[in-house]
Structures are given as C-alpha cells and as structure tokens.
C-alpha cells in the first residue's frame, strides 16, 4: 500500500456503474462484512470491501482491470448480510459489465449493447445483413441462396436460406466476434497482471505462457462442475440452471461442429432424421437451454434481494429467445407449417447471429472474461 | 393576583418506567411541588442501570447512583411508587388523562424484613432473568441487594406449589400472603412521561454471530453482569463454557446496529460500553489480550473521547477495523474464532479468542409490545414527542438511544414538560 495516493475521482464513472446496476453503491459504509459473507473471496485482499470503496470514488483504473470483479460469480450472500442494502454482488456485477464495454471494440458497438434505447436498431441488423447479403449474392451469384419460394414437398430450411449464405455470413461474425475477445483478452491479461503487482496479489512478476495454460487446464474442471456457484449460500439453486445452459451451449456447438463437418466433408445435408443421436443430442440441449433460461427468469422476477438490470435480461432474452426459436423452427418443419417455420427459421437465425455477434459486448462475455481471471488466480498462487 | 403566578391548582404526573429516566423525571417534578405517581413493571427501580457494574466514563458503580436517588424518593412525599405495575389503559387529552393501572400481585407484603427466610424454604431453582438467565434463584426472591422496595418477591412460577406454601411457613412476620390477587384501579393524571426505557436486541436473531449455538458467546449486558460484584459469578470474568478466566476476550462491535437486517440505527452507547467492559478484563487479568473490532468508533464528547484515548495507548488493546460477520468455535477447546477484513490492511483475518462480547443494541421496548396509549412511534419504535399535542412524552431511551447522562437531561427536559402541561391547565 503507497503511503499517499491521489484520488481523481471519475464522477461519469460512477453514474454509468449506478446505471449498470450498482445503484445501492453510495450506501455502503465499509463495515466489510461482505469479505466476510463472500464464500469464495480470497483472504489476502479480498473483495468486494475495496471494490465497494474504489467504486463510489471513482477509481476506474483499480477496477476495470480488476480480477476480483471476475472471481465474484454474484451468488448474493454479500447481498443477504450487507447492513446498508449497498448490494454488493450487484455492484460488481455492474463492473464487470462496465469491463466487457471496455475491454470491447469498436467502441461504439460495445457501448450499443449496453443500452437500452439501442436495442431495436441492434435487433434489427442482422435481418438487414440476411436480406442485403442474400440479395446481393442471388444477383451476382446467379444463385437462390435467400429463396422465398422454396417450395417442394418436404420442408428443407436449407432450401429457404441456404447454408451457404448462412456460413458466408456467420463464418466472418464468428470470427469477428474471435479477434474482439482477443483484442480485449491482451489488454485484459496484462492490465489484471499490473494490477495484482499493484495490490500485492501476486509475487510472480512475469505471466509464463506454459504455466498459464497449465492453470486454464486445472481451472476448467471447476467452472464445468460449477464449485463455486455451490460453495454460495444464498440462490444457491442457480447453479442448476446455469449448468444447463452453459452445457446446452457446449452441446449445441458440437452439433453444430458435426452439421458442418458432415455438410463440407460427407456432403450430407440436413434435415437430419429424429433418430439420428446428433438430433438427439441438439434437441436435448435445445430443450436444456429453454428450461435453464426459463429457470433463470423466474429465479430473477422473483428475486427483490437482486437488482436485475437491462444487461440481465438482454442476455436471458437472448439465450431464452434462441432456445424457443430453435425448437420452433424444428417443430413447425415437422408439423408441415411452411411458411411459419421458415419465418421462425429467419428469426432463429437472428438470434444466433446476435449470439456471435454481440457476446464480446455483452453480459456473456464473462465466459471469457471469468475463464481468464479464475485461471490468472490459479496460476498466481494467491490464497 | 392573575391566575399564572398562581401555583397549580392541581393534577398529577403519571410517570411509565422506574429506571434511570423515570427516576429522574419522577424526582424532578415531585421536588418541584408536583404529585408524581410512578409506576414501574418490574419488582423493584432502577431499570438497566440497576444491572450495570460500573458507569462510563467515570467507572464508579451505578448502585451509587440510584442510592441518592432512592433516597430522594423516600424523602418525598410527593412521589407514589407503584411496582410490579403496568399500564393497561389511557384515555383522555392533554391535562386530563385517565390512566387503568393493573397491579400485580408481588405476594410479598410490606411486612417484610428481608430476612431471607422464605428463600431458604423453597427448594426449586428457577432461572434468573437479572442475570440474563446465567444464573438460577429461588422462587422466593431478593432481585438485589439494594433493591427499592427493598422487600422480597414471589415469582408466579411457584405459586399454587409446595415451595409457596413452604416460604409462607417459614415467614415469622406474616409477610407473605398467597391469596394476592393482581388490583386494577384508575389513576386521574394531566401529564403523562413514558420512560419505557429499552431492551437488549435480541442476540440469537443475528444467526451469522452465533449467539446461543456456541457457550462462550456473550453479550455487553451479560458481561456487566458477569464484572457485577453481585453477579452470577461475583464479580469474577469467566467463560461461560467451563468458567475458565480468558486469556482473549473480542468484542464485536454494531452487533444488530447500524444493520438495516436488525437495528438500522446507531445505539449511541455500545462503543463506550465495549472500552468500559475493556477495562474490567485488563483490571482482573493484566495478561488478558483485546481485541475490538468496530465499524467507526463513536466516542462522543471529550470525556468520552478522552476515554477512548487513555484506553487505546494500552497496548493488549487491540483496535480493529472491521466488522466481525463469521463465527466459528472449535468443539475441542470451545474457542471462537471471529473472522472480519481489516479495512485498513485489507486482509482478511481470524482471531481464536477465549470469549466474545457482542456489543448488542438497545431496542425501544415500545419495539416489541405498543404502549396502550395514543403515541407516535417512528419505524423503529422510538416514540416521537409531538411537542404541538403535549401532555405526553417520552423520556430516555423510549425516545432515542442514550446514555445515563443524556437520559438524565431529556428526563428533567420531560419533567418540565410535563409540569408545563399542568400549569397551562
């Protein structure tokens, strides 16, 4: 700790940290039960005391390239105890979501996804880039990649909007969405770095790669078996939707792994029979997705302990809204609705393009984010 | 002659709470020239006071205290003492108020020399609640030593038992009398004081500090009562596990304070008490170490804050920023290890202790039970005294958290308040 330190106070810094859920920050006191309550905060330098404190003076610099806002996993047991009602874990949920703006670019892209009065505009896009892009490619192509006359007896969604079109678009947003976190993970990894030395958090000063990647290896077994969401007291029962959502994403991006082998390799096409175990596969992690996410939102209506802001149901709507799309699209096709499902199919396809496209600016970035941090905390031995 | 330099042509002050505040504004009126009944719900005066060891910042016993102002009482004739009496009624307005008093029976009558006799009969041992239940009494009682009435009680528990009828046989005075039934009467007043004073807050609703799960956790008024030389242990600062003398006492300040879960507001005494009841751990035991671990430590005034500065130059005095939110007691040795993140270093730290004080809050008794009068209570059950209204008021810690010197000053403040609404009458 330096004996004398300058406070300059970023006064928007803490309007936008207000705004992003940390209303209740200038309650707080530092009493500092929440290190205490907080079950999974460390014992050297734990949080969120200081984050509490540096938040409502504004110190962005100690907070934005913070680890600890990242080792929060917002259970709500800081929440439950804090004598002041400064809520704590939603505090720091505002951070973090502060950090993903931040640690985004371009700029004004991840600023977007954070605000309200943005959300049509930004749900709008992608419906544009499909029409524009299919046109564009039907005329210099010569070719019925966006074909709204598929016709046929079978419904194929592929005949509607042809996995072409599909990959020439969401090939690029992928990998977009790819450079953007690697962007932001360079910054981020060396800016929690500067600031561990800062704090005294760590003893090692350089980041060795090996040993890096040995802790990511030692660190994913925990975030796959969730142990910290059960070390939590309170909303322990989050850890059981989470759980299936995280592993219907992890699912739904094999299935789609193999569609695209199979597609380019085998040159099979899809639809793929109900009895074929990759369909099982997809609609069980179809149907674990709808139901997380359905758990999800009404675990948070029901919640008055917890501040549940734009970025919370942006992202529930966005995974609830990709579930629902998807099963019915499925549905419909089965059923012989054929202009309805191809309509959903669209809309499904929207839904997925905001998945890749708006991650590395939203509230589910912390799938990265949180990754790095609880492997930077593995890897810096800190106890 | 006009009527306002003429003295009061009549009305008297009902005065609700025999401790310090009651006493207090009883006194104040009655030497003025006021009639003065006191009522107080218990067996005998002195309230919380009475259950002090020592007062802050002077350190001398309370008992002293409350000495001269008993036998101010006994030299009045103004004032009528009513024990063992509660309130169950009060109608009317400003200057005429009809106050229904219930009296319940203390089976004791004024015959009584203190003998002791009656205590000796009676074979039960019922718990006793001016220790904080620490301790168990016969059911033919002394509250205390100086208790004013200064005559012994019988605790309903035992009446219609053996140990009644045998404290009745072993009365060579004919002070007992079985056949005590409770009285209720009505009191004519003009001005009522409500000096309901204030209870413990409930230590065991605060489940992350482990009062009641774990033996050697106490509270501040439990240690008073522990350093009391007429305490459960006469003075002598045990662990309550197996009254072994601590080698480390913690005191856990804003225990269900300044917590919108419990008390939302400041105790206002709690600081002062915790550096007080240092000082009876460092006096019996030179070698004991302490460590306070607080919020903000409120020492208000330079008395108070000349105390805190004589006390934090000893060096077994160990000051903590930081507030106490996990308990934990190991089965073996049975000491607690408090955890709480020192704000200043901002580490998180443990300390094993042999005993913690939970410096616990005062709560409004008005908190728990409503007085059966036309009141305004804030959310936390403070009365508020509507000065606009008048003809009653609270008093001390009915009306906000205070010291004994505070309690004092609003006591003579309400006592003049009170006379101000007779006199207007």
């Keep these: ?383 | 002659m006009t009527s306002e330099t003429k003295a009061p042509a009549g009305g008297s002050i009902v005065v609700v709470g025999g401790g310090i505040s009651g006493l207090t504004t009883a006194i104040e009126a009655a030497e003025v020239g006021y009639e003065v009944y006191l009522l107080e719900k218990n067996s005998y005066l002195g309230g919380r006071v009475a259950q002090l060891n020592q007062y802050f910042p002077k350190l001398c016993p309370p008992t002293c205290g409350l000495e001269i102002n008993f036998r101010r009482i006994k030299d009045n004739p103004r004032i009528k003492v009513l024990t063992l009496a509660e309130v169950e009624k009060v109608e009317g307005t400003p200057g005429n108020y009809t106050v229904s008093v219930r009296i319940n029976p203390r089976f004791v009558n004024e015959k009584c020399t203190c003998c002791g006799a009656c205590a000796e009969a009676c074979g039960t041992e019922l718990s006793d609640d001016y220790n904080f239940g620490m301790n168990t009494r016969k059911g033919a009682y002394l509250p205390f030593e100086m208790a004013f009435p200064a005559r012994f009680v019988l605790s309903p528990q035992i009446i219609g038992t053996d140990d009644a009828r045998k404290a009745k046989e072993a009365c060579k005075y004919d002070a007992i009398d079985l056949e005590m039934k409770p009285k209720t009467f009505d009191l004519q007043a003009g001005a009522i004081v409500w000096a309901t004073g204030w209870e413990p807050y409930d230590a065991k609703k605060i489940d992350n500090l482990g009062f009641g799960q774990y033996d050697n956790i106490i509270t501040n008024m439990m240690m008073e009562r522990l350093a009391a030389p007429n305490g459960p242990t006469k003075g002598k600062i045990v662990r309550p596990s197996d009254d072994a003398e601590p080698k480390s006492v913690a005191f856990v300040q804003c225990a269900g304070s300044r917590d919108e879960n419990h008390l939302p507001y400041c105790s206002y005494i709690c600081c002062m008490a915790s550096l007080k009841q240092a000082t009876y751990v460092r006096e019996r035991y030179p070698d004991a170490e302490i460590h306070i671990f607080y919020i903000d430590l409120r020492a208000p005034g330079q008395r108070y804050e000349k105390f805190y500065k004589t006390i934090k130059e000893d060096a077994k005095v160990h000051f903590i920023k930081g507030k106490v939110a996990e308990v934990m007691e190991d089965p073996a040795s049975k000491a607690v290890t408090v955890v709480a993140e020192n704000a200043v270093t901002g580490e998180k730290m443990r300390q094993t202790v042999d005993l913690v004080v939970l410096a616990t809050g005062m709560q409004p008794t008005a908190a728990n039970a409503k007085l059966p009068a036309d009141l305004k209570y804030n959310a936390d059950g403070f009365i508020i005294n509507d000065f606009e209204q008048g003809g009653m008021f609270a008093a001390g810690c009915a009306n906000k958290p205070a010291d004994v010197v505070s309690s004092n000053q609003n006591a003579t403040g309400m006592a003049l308040k009170a006379i101000q609404t007779l006199a207007r009458k």
């Design chain 1, 1 to 383: 700790m330096s004996d004398s330190y300058f406070v300059d106070p970023d006064v928007g810094f803490i309007k936008e940290v207000s705004q992003l859920g940390g209303q209740d920050l200038k309650k707080c006191f530092q009493c500092a039960t929440c290190s205490v309550a907080c079950p999974i905060s460390p014992d050297t330098k734990p949080f969120p005391r200081k984050e509490m404190i540096a938040a409502s003076w504004g110190l962005k610099d100690r907070l934005v390239g913070s680890a600890d806002i990242w080792l929060c996993h917002n259970c709500g047991d800081c929440t439950a105890l804090c004598p002041r009602g400064a809520k704590p874990g939603d505090v720091l949920g505002a951070l973090r979501a502060y950090a993903i703006s931040e640690y985004g670019a371009p700029k004004i892209l991840a600023k977007s996804v954070n605000d309200p009065k943005k959300l049509v505009p930004l749900a709008l896009l992608p419906a544009v880039l499909f029409l524009v892009v299919g046109f564009l490619c039907n005329i210099l192509f010569g070719v019925q990649w966006l074909n709204f006359r598929p016709g046929g007896d079978t419904i194929v969604h592929a005949n509607f909007f042809s996995t072409w079109l599909v990959d020439i678009i969401f090939i690029p947003t992928f990998f977009f969405a790819v450079v953007v976190f690697a962007l932001g993970l360079k910054r981020f990894v060396a800016d929690i770095h500067a600031n561990a030395l800062l704090e005294g958090k760590t003893t090692k000063e350089k980041i060795d790669p090996v040993g890096f990647v040995q802790a990511l290896v030692r660190t994913v077994p925990t975030i796959l078996q969730h142990k910290k969401f059960t070390e939590c007291g309170e909303n322990k029962e989050r850890a059981t939707p989470h759980m299936m959502v995280l592993f219907s994403f992890i699912a739904l991006f094999i299935v789609t792994n193999i569609f695209f082998v199979s597609l380019y390799i085998f040159g099979q096409h899809g639809p793929y029979s109900q009895l074929n175990p990759v369909k099982w596969l997809a609609n069980v992690g179809g149907i674990a997705l709808i139901i997380g996410s359905g758990m999800m939102i009404i675990q948070r209506l029901s919640n008055k302990e917890q501040v549940s802001s734009y970025k919370d149901w942006w992202l529930l709507g966005l995974v609830f809204g990709l579930g629902v799309t998807g099963m019915l699209a499925q549905l419909t096709r089965l059923g012989g609705l054929a202009g309805v499902s191809y309509f959903i199919y669209f809309v499904h396809l929207m839904f997925v393009w905001y998945l890749f496209a708006y991650t590395p600016f939203s509230k589910l970035a912390h799938l990265v984010y949180r990754t790095v941090a609880m492997t930077y905390l593995e890897w810096s031995g800190r106890k």
